[in-house]
């Protein structure tokens, strides 16, 4: 093991391991020597893989920040950000944010990760068209909680394909996949690198891969909207307002580095992190590969504008929320998101 990764602390467990970890972490935005520190969570090393490019290049010892990150989190990103266990999500559901005010949670998104149908893929088991799928009378799609991309698609789906369908809810892609596998539900929500193993081994097949140009082209609205996005409690960004500026600062020089140097070369550093065990650098490759055209809609810079994010809160209105008002001033740009710890204002 490098110095380098040494200088990283890995944490890929929830519950009292992660709290105390933050107990250790969350108090004083600085580190031993003056260096600022941040936690961040993440749901899988491949949505974190700026992260640890940062770490390998030396990004974050060059902008002076310590990071502690908890991967492999999948849909408990959010409540470990609330919890205070974390100072940020990463590639949190955009939707996410909009939940938490709407309970009362003073929440702030920082940088937008993603979007153009990154959970709008619909597998089905081989030999199933999408006129076998619209006959059943009764049909289950198993999906993420409501508020995840995935929900929201399988929401819209539904209504645009005339699905007769209810929804099963899993916390990650392998119960998606297993439940597909095992008839107790006739096709699955999600982005389309969670479900590659399992069209690879011919256990299912793409009814929708909105990977593919022709199909973001065919079911994604235009402009896209943001599906994807890091995000904190404002009070505590406010207090680690020196620490989250150099975080994104590494992080972006990271993002660069992975659109400069491609996929492969990213899942060469991806692999040395204790969260991607188990997962082969050719794995980690095409998941990485499927994620690229996603990273870049609407933009590659992180940076959301009030534009956007309109866009955004228009289309969350599809994603079957309840109560939900894309014109409630709670939601509004400047209510909710503030891009100056990206811009370094």
């Known amino acids: 093991m490098t110095k380098r990764w040494k200088a990283l602390t890995l944490t890929v467990v929830?519950?009292?391991?992660?709290?105390?970890?933050?107990?250790?972490?969350?108090?004083?935005?600085?580190?031993?020597?003056?260096?600022?520190?941040?936690?961040?969570?993440?749901?899988?090393?491949?949505?974190?893989?700026?992260?640890?490019?940062?770490?390998?290049?030396?990004?974050?010892?060059?902008?002076?920040?310590?990071?502690?990150?908890?991967?492999?989190q999948g849909p408990n990103v959010p409540t470990l950000v609330v919890s205070g266990r974390a100072d940020i999500g990463i590639g949190a559901p955009a939707a996410e944010p909009v939940l938490l005010t709407s309970k009362g949670q003073h929440v702030t998104v920082v940088y937008g990760e993603g979007?153009?149908?990154?959970?709008?893929?619909?597998?089905?088991?081989?030999?199933?068209?999408?006129?076998?799928?619209?006959?059943?009378?009764?049909?289950?799609?198993?999906?993420?909680?409501?508020?995840?991309?995935?929900?929201?698609?399988?929401?819209?789906?539904?209504k645009q394909l005339g699905l007769h369908c209810e929804f099963s809810i899993y916390q990650n892609a392998p119960l998606q996949v297993a439940a597909l596998t095992s008839k107790s539900v006739d096709a699955v929500m999600g982005s389309p690198s969670n479900f590659s193993a399992a069209v690879a081994a011919g256990q299912a097949q793409f009814l929708i891969d909105c990977s593919q140009p022709a199909d973001r082209a065919k079911y994604v609205p235009n402009p896209?909207?943001?599906?994807?996005?890091?995000?904190?409690?404002?009070?505590?960004?406010?207090?680690?307002?020196?620490?989250?500026?150099?975080?994104?600062?590494?992080?972006?020089?990271?993002?660069?580095?992975?659109?400069q140097h491609g996929p492969a070369a990213t899942a060469e550093i991806v692999a040395k992190s204790p969260a991607a065990k188990g997962t082969t650098v050719q794995q980690l490759t095409e998941t990485l590969t499927t994620n690229a055209p996603f990273n870049s809609i609407p933009v590659s810079t992180g940076v959301i504008t009030p534009e956007s994010w309109r866009t955004s809160l228009q289309f969350f209105s599809s994603f079957g929320l309840t109560g939900y008002n894309p014109d409630d001033p709670a939601y509004a740009y400047d209510k909710v998101v503030d891009m100056s710890f990206v811009q370094g204002k």
């Not at 076998?132 to 909680?145: A, E, F, N, V």
């Not at 943001?226 to 020089?253: C, T």
Request: overall charge neutral; some cysteine; proline content about 4%.
């Open 14 to 72: 929830a519950g009292l391991a992660a709290g105390l970890l933050s107990a250790c972490s969350g108090g004083s935005s600085s580190g031993a020597g003056g260096t600022d520190t941040i936690t961040i969570a993440s749901n899988a090393p491949t949505f974190t893989a700026a992260v640890y490019v940062a770490q390998d290049q030396g990004f974050f010892k060059a902008h002076g920040v310590n990071v502690d990150v908890m991967d492999n």
């Open 115 to 158: 979007g153009g149908g990154l959970s709008a893929s619909l597998l089905v088991r081989p030999g199933t068209t999408l006129a076998s799928l619209q006959s059943l009378q009764s049909c289950k799609i198993g999906t993420y909680p409501q508020g995840t991309s995935a929900y929201g698609w399988a929401t819209i789906f539904t």
């Open 224 to 259: 896209p909207a943001w599906e994807s996005a890091d995000f904190g409690i404002e009070s505590n960004l406010a207090k680690k307002r020196p620490a989250v500026q150099k975080f994104f600062a590494a992080y972006q020089q990271g993002k660069d580095w992975m659109a």
